[in-house]
Antibody
Framework: QVQLVQSGAEVKNPGASVKVSCKAS????????ISWVRRATGQGLEWLGW????????GFAQKFQGRLTMTRDTSITTAYMELSSLTSEDTAVYYC?????????WGQGTLVTVTS | QAVLTQPSSLSASPGASASLTCTLR?????????IYWYRQKPGSPPQYLLR?????????ASGVPSRFSGSKDASANAGILLISGLQSEDEADYYC?????????FGGGTKLTVL
């Protein structure tokens, strides 16, 4: 069965970076894009960007340009999302999902807390 | 003005129908877009429900019951998620999404209360 398993919760200081992993299984990793979405407490869903695991091509929401990186390691079917220059406003649950539209399978979420 | 606007909350009774709207910003024509609908329950990741562009271009996600359906109101420039036969388990946050200007954009979400 299709599964996306994310890395565990993170606590970071302002100004630091965080890297979240998303291990895919149950399907051909390079056949589907991976998207990243977050939800801060009391807020709605926010799209961060997407990556094609085959080509490595990425696309990001404009507000994250310059501080968001998405990579992958196809040998271990894992996608990564790294966000730098963290502020308290980046405190949220971060999700990876399979696909770009109609994202049908989701990771369990990774809580990233930015606090001094 | 936000690209997608959703009412912040909606209440309906069990067994009734609920119509959740997603209004596109002026200048963005709803006819041109596939609208994707998701719901999220507390403590769980979002769940993809369906996409709707037209009666000939729409798709219910696997495992989603047929009491969920999509439509559009061209006069209001809005997409609509219709849920019939409401159940207590339908209580959740519902989000619409479109692909616009090379980005996915979510609406602010509607909290549906079934009581």
């Amino acid at each position: 069965q299709v599964q996306l398993v994310q890395s565990g919760a993170e606590v970071k200081n302002p100004g630091a970076s965080v890297k979240v992993s998303c291990k895919a299984s149950g399907y051909t990793f390079t056949s589907y894009d991976i998207s990243w979405v977050r939800r801060a407490t009391g807020q709605g869903l926010e799209w961060l960007g997407w990556m094609n695991p085959d080509s490595g091509h990425t696309g990001f929401a404009q507000k994250f340009q310059g501080r968001l990186t998405m990579t992958r390691d196809t040998s271990i079917t894992t996608a990564y999302m790294e966000l730098s220059s963290l502020t308290s406003e980046d405190t949220a649950v971060y999700y990876c999902a399979r696909g770009t539209w109609g994202t049908d399978f989701w990771g369990q979420g990774t809580l990233v807390t930015v606090t001094s | 003005q936000a690209v997608l606007t959703q009412p912040s909350s909606l209440s309906a009774s069990p067994g009734a129908s609920a119509s959740l709207t997603c209004t596109l910003r002026s200048g963005i024509d709803v006819a041109s877009y596939r609208i994707y609908w998701y719901r999220q329950k507390p403590g769980s990741p979002p769940q993809y429900l369906l996409r709707y562009k037209s009666d000939s271009d729409n798709l219910l996600a696997s495992g989603v019951p047929s009491r969920f359906s999509g439509s559009k109101d061209a006069s209001a420039n809005a997409g609509i998620l219709l849920i019939s036969g409401l159940q207590s388990e339908d209580e959740a946050d519902y989000y619409c999404m479109i692909w616009h200007s090379s980005s996915s954009v979510f609406g602010g979400g509607t909290k549906l209360t079934v009581l």
